[in-house]
């Protein structure tokens, strides 16, 4: 079978995929882009049925071509993905679906990538596969149990989870949006809060992205010590609203620590509810506080907004917080795990990984030339993973990518005079 040579490969036809062939293209650079299912597939099969985007639709998009709905609406799911796949056909991206890449290695100059339909030779590889390969699920309670248990990839509606009570575990915006879905279609739900950031959903007629962009919180290098992981609890469920922890205790959820240990049907829960509820507000309040402060510098007419900085009374599952909870004396019959993702380069075979298989890279620039990756949290700021985010860190990397080709023509050419 013959090798098919190419100047650079992506791989994977996501948001970052698709972006980056928008930027290889543009500065001439030959490519192909592979994608294991269909263009931005886990927006619609690795999500559940009424999820919507989480940033408003003039936000949570690439420059050149907006989303067919109010610029202040959150776009559903299956929108997104069609939003993905009308770009790629506006730039005539030269993607191949349903190839799988095997396993990547390198021999000299040429990287030499195995997929389900032969062999590729590239100067390059981009990894636009992201950060969300392969689910989290903590081997808490066991199987013999008898409770059904899934991570939330795998939830798509209520009417999926057996009869009971459910338990959600996990605060970011997956587990509060599901734990929030379940207990409006009349489950009993208990919801496991961890450690999370907790932004106004809006705040002086601004959406939260407006404000993270105007006081400088997209551009963020790094994380603040030890927030790298922390989840953040915001929605664009139901219009959008500022998620509100002590709200859905008095619509009857039950609150909850982290969860911990589990031995003779009983779950050991962390007294952290009150100090992590706490430290959400804390983030809450500061955004608040900062908004103000930007406003007043810089003359804003804005509306003030007080009832922003009210906090309902707590539950009593807050002010009596549950530290020991008897699964099946609670009624409790699944378990959703909302506790992330890993990431999965078992096809790279490259030493471009840390000991924890996480990519070593400088802004995307991995440390064996020729390898790049897009699409990950933080790659150059805060907003790298976002869809706009992974936009422009795409296109710095095809602008390296072209001076790189440029630098080895010129050395090819001198070579040969």
Same mark, same amino acid.
């Given at each position: ?33 592979? /994608? ?18 989480? %940033? ?76 969300? #390969? ?53 489950? !009993? ?48 469920? +139901? ?5 509100? =922890?002590? !709200? ?11 969860? /911990? ?67 099946? /004396? ?42 790049? =990756? ?5 790659? *150059?700021?805060?907003?790298? *993973? ?9 296109? +710095? ?8 080709? %440029?630098? #080895? ?9």
């Amino acid at each position: 079978m013959a090798v098919e040579k190419v100047d650079t490969l992506v791989i994977g036809a996501g948001q970052a995929g698709v972006a980056m062939s928008e930027h290889l293209g543009k500065r001439g650079i030959p490519h192909l882009v592979l /994608e294991k299912s269909r263009i931005a597939e886990s927006w619609r099969t690795a999500r559940w049925d009424s999820l919507v985007a989480n %940033g408003p639709a003039w936000h949570d998009r690439f420059p050149g071509m907006t989303f067919d709905i109010e610029d202040d609406a959150f776009a559903p799911k299956e929108q997104v993905a069609d939003y993905f796949v009308a770009y790629a056909e506006k730039i005539d991206a030269p993607i191949r679906t349903g190839i799988e890449v095997r396993s990547v290695r390198k021999e000299g100059d040429t990287f030499r990538v195995e997929t389900s339909e032969g062999l590729i030779e590239a100067k390059n590889v981009v990894s636009a596969t992201g950060a969300f #390969q392969r689910p989290i699920m903590p081997a808490v309670v066991p199987d013999e149990e008898g409770l059904t248990q899934i991570h939330s990839n795998a939830y798509r509606k209520p009417g999926q989870m057996p009869e009971g009570a459910v338990l959600v575990v996990g605060a970011g915006s997956s587990g509060t949006q599901i734990a929030d879905e379940l207990l409006r279609a009349g489950k !009993r739900v208990y919801l496991s809060i961890g450690p999370h950031d907790r932004p106004p959903r809006r705040y002086r007629d601004k959406d939260f992205c407006w404000w993270l962009g105007v006081l400088g919180i997209w551009d963020l290098k790094v994380p603040a010590p030890n927030t790298e992981h922390v989840t953040i609890a915001v929605s664009g469920a +139901y219009g959008g609203n500022t998620v509100d =922890f002590r !709200r859905l205790g008095n619509r009857g959820m039950v609150l909850l620590g982290r969860a /911990e240990t589990f031995k003779d049907g009983v779950l050991q829960i962390a007294p952290d509810l009150v100090e992590n509820i706490a430290r959400g507000d804390a983030n809450h309040l500061s955004l608040l506080d900062r908004a103000d402060d930007y406003a007043a510098k810089n003359n804003l007419d804005l509306p003030e907004e007080p009832d922003a900085r009210r906090k309902e009374p707590d539950p009593a599952c807050v002010t009596d917080p549950i530290l020991a909870l008897n699964l099946k /004396e609670a009624g409790i019959t699944s378990i959703i795990w909302a506790t992330g993702y890993a990431v999965d380069y078992a096809w790279l075979k490259l030493d471009a990984l840390d000991e924890k298989g996480r990519p070593v890279h400088e802004r995307g620039v991995s440390k064996v030339p020729g390898l790049f =990756f897009v699409g990950l949290p933080w790659l *150059s700021r805060r907003a790298s *993973s976002f869809i706009w985010g992974c936009w422009h860190d795409a296109d +710095y990397l095809a602008g390296y990518i072209a001076e790189h080709r %440029g630098a #080895q023509t010129t050395d090819t050419a001198a070579a040969a005079s």
